[in-house]
């Protein structure tokens, strides 16, 4: 899959078997620059011709897919005919489960995946959900429970991408998993790095530590209706971005490293608050996605959860940086023994639903 960072295609080789998961190999795969710079042109409501670009692109990120799961697939040692199917997230170019037709885009074209790898891929994951009433996002909570949930401990995943979400694990692990986007993740603070400092994130979280937080505007960001809508929500880009933030004027007038400090915090308070709100119960609180990588933000996360232990999911036993690629598979083998995934707690939706679509070679 690939974020709504869109920065690079996250790929995993794992062998699943009733409850148990191994994983064979990862691998990051970053996309082209001209791919990239398409990919976010086409994120924003703008340009000419659109429909074409996108039909375009659609195709040209299928191969890129395509060269992605070949590529983690040798890492593996194995060969194509040994992998049961791909499952493909795809990349979002918008997500809009509001409204009266509610709809979610993800593009990287399956059926040139499954035509170049030769291998059965299971793709469009959202779509279901969203015929049945439900938000098509986040889905994540889904593999969060079938694998991180333990009897008689509550525990909370926190998966921060561009996008930060929440899942909520009850401690009967039969029971259904809970889970929603609170909120920005690391969109907003890569976004700022990239426009002052042309690097594509805060390394460590370290130019936010270097700034002061800014209360006022802070407080400002939070009064956001978003962050107090009850779930199921589910957003993106399309709401949580710089547009978005220039829509308050302090944040033109403070200084960068206290504008970056003010982000990663806005990240951090909207994401305890909502653990303290939803997940009064949970006991444990692990991390996952990209934003695990930011040290500054987890102490920042931790120090707000005290006394609560707060780590990654590496002591669950799966890397946190492969844990959504993991999960994408996960949700195509259920797809392919024609299992419904219960998301109506997660999303809304009237029912459970077989997620994902097949592409048969």
Not at 29 to 55: F, K
Not at 62 to 74: E, K, L, P
């Amino acid at each position: 899959m690939s974020g709504t960072s869109a920065d690079a295609i996250d790929a995993a080789v794992v062998m699943l078997h009733d409850h148990s998961l191994q994983l064979l190999a990862a691998q990051n795969t970053p996309i082209d620059t001209i791919l990239l710079d398409e990919i976010r042109r086409l994120m924003a409501p703008q340009g000419y011709d659109e429909l074409a670009r996108c039909a375009r692109l659609d195709i040209q990120l299928g191969d890129t897919f395509a060269q992605a799961a070949g590529s983690v697939i040798r890492l593996a040692g194995l060969t194509h005919q040994e992998i049961r199917a791909i499952g493909s997230h795809g990349q979002t170019l918008r997500h809009a489960p509001q409204g009266a037709s509610p709809y979610s885009i993800q593009i990287g074209q399956p059926a040139v995946i499954a035509e170049r790898t030769g291998i059965t891929t299971v793709a469009h994951f959202r779509q279901a959900d969203l015929a049945a009433g439900g938000q098509g996002a986040p889905l994540a909570p889904l593999f969060h429970q079938a694998f991180f949930s333990a009897h008689g401990i509550e525990r909370a995943i926190v998966n921060i991408g561009g996008i930060a979400n929440i899942s909520i694990l009850v401690t009967d692990p039969q029971q259904a998993a809970k889970g929603f986007d609170c909120g920005p993740g690391n969109t907003l603070m890569d976004h700022h790095c990239q426009q002052i400092q042309g690097r594509k994130f805060d390394q460590d979280g370290q130019w936010a530590a270097s700034g002061k937080v800014d209360q006022a505007l802070l407080q400002q960001l939070l009064q956001d209706p978003y962050f107090s809508q009850p779930p199921p929500k589910s957003t993106g880009l399309e709401y949580f971005n710089f547009d978005w933030l220039g829509s308050y004027q302090r944040a033109s007038s403070i200084q960068p490293a206290d504008l970056q400090a003010t982000l990663l915090e806005l990240t951090v308070v909207s994401i305890t608050d909502a653990l303290k709100r939803y997940a009064p119960q949970a006991r444990e609180v692990y991390v996952c996605g990209g934003g695990s990588n930011n040290r500054t933000l987890l102490q920042r996360i931790a120090n707000r959860m005290y006394p609560l232990s707060v780590t990654d999911t590496n002591a669950l036993g799966l890397a946190p940086d492969w844990v959504e690629a993991a999960g994408f598979a996960w949700l195509a083998c259920q797809t392919l023994v024609g299992h419904p995934v219960n998301t109506v707690p997660i999303t809304g939706a009237q029912h459970a639903v077989i997620a994902g679509a097949v592409y048969r070679v």
